[in-house]
């Protein structure tokens, strides 16, 4: 039976793509921002009190989220929609050279963001109109990143390796699952290839509810969705995101979170992460050159049914 007539009978299938992924949303939303709330609700009570006796518990519960309420309902919606796990979530091998370069892409972005994120907060607080509205809103925001930045830091090897399994492992495999599995195999069958790309990437970016990362946010989204596509492989993002992410426990593990989001440095340092950052943006500008080549290159050499979409 081949995958057009399984499409015919499955439940979903003859949904339009916008529609199945604004469905899937949605679902997603309710489950993972509304039903895992009221978990950790139950669990620990509504003040959130993040101290040594409730922050396992609270990590936990996120990890399990991310399996139940992400990874698991992309699964059963794929099905629905008659992909099979391997077409549907791009569970092939990666190229070597498209891994490696997309591994070296991730670490140029680390400073890409940084210094963009210490350039906007500088902008944004010397503006003459508007600054308490903005330092409120920021204010909010960052109490928000203080219970993300709570669930991140610890103070042994053991309660590293819990917190590496929370925030690195479980997002790389739940997320990616979801944004450049589902929500990209279906965008593609709409729209372009780019246009595909760029709105994974903001959605990604937008469910993730931060501001004032919009736009780092929107760049590490466009990046994992498009090493997805060009390696026709879910593998090259989920290792990316889980690096990412990585790095972040890691310096909030031997900084201190207490520097983790400190913007406020002299002018020679922002000038300096500045020029990092421009040589960071040249260097992963190149790379993305050389993916898309690598792209075409691997088009050209497959059979005209085959090539990746």
């Known amino acids: 039976m081949d995958d057009n007539l399984k499409r015919i009978h499955a439940p979903l299938s003859s949904f339009h793509p916008l529609l199945f992924v604004a469905l899937v949303l949605l679902v997603i939303f309710f489950l993972y921002q509304?039903?895992?709330a009221v978990l950790v609700i139950s669990f620990v009570?509504?003040?959130?009190?993040y101290d040594k006796e409730n922050i396992d518990t609270i990590r936990i519960i996120t990890m399990f989220a991310q399996f139940m309420f992400l990874l698991i309902p992309s699964v059963i919606l794929t099905m629905l929609r008659g992909d099979t796990m391997k077409n549907g979530f791009r569970l092939n091998y990666p190229p070597g050279k498209i891994l490696f370069i997309s591994i070296a892409g991730i670490l140029m972005l680390q400073p890409i963001m940084q210094a963009y994120l210490v350039i906007q907060n500088k902008i944004l607080f010397s503006l003459p109109f508007g600054t308490e509205y903005i330092k409120m809103l920021k204010e909010f925001f960052d109490t928000l990143e203080q219970s993300t930045l709570n669930l991140v830091s610890?103070?042994?090897?053991?309660e590293l390796i819990?917190?590496?399994?929370?925030i690195a492992v479980t997002p790389a495999i739940c997320e990616e699952g979801l944004f450049r599995g589902l929500v990209l195999k279906n965008m593609l069958l709409f729209s372009t290839p780019a246009r595909a790309v760029a709105t994974t990437g903001i959605i990604f970016a937008m469910f993730h509810f931060h501001p004032f990362n919009l736009l780092p946010l929107i760049?590490?989204?466009?990046?994992l969705t498009y090493i997805t596509y060009v390696s026709?492989?879910?593998f090259p993002a989920v290792i990316c995101h889980f690096i990412n992410n990585l790095l972040a426990v890691l310096s909030v593990f031997f900084y201190g979170k207490e520097n983790?989001?400190?913007f406020n440095i002299p002018l020679n340092e922002t000038l300096a992460l500045s020029g990092i950052g421009v040589i960071c943006a040249v260097c992963l500008y190149f790379l993305m050159k050389i993916l898309s080549r690598e792209h075409q290159m691997r088009n050209t050499n497959l059979p005209e049914n085959m090539n990746v979409q």
């Open 34 to 36: 509304i039903v895992s």
């Open 45 to 49: 009570g509504v003040e959130l009190n």
């Open 154 to 158: 610890s103070d042994n090897i053991p």
């Open 162 to 166: 819990l917190v590496v399994l929370v």
């Open 219 to 223: 760049l590490v989204g466009i990046f």
């Open 232 to 234: 026709n492989s879910i």
């Open 260 to 262: 983790f989001n400190d």
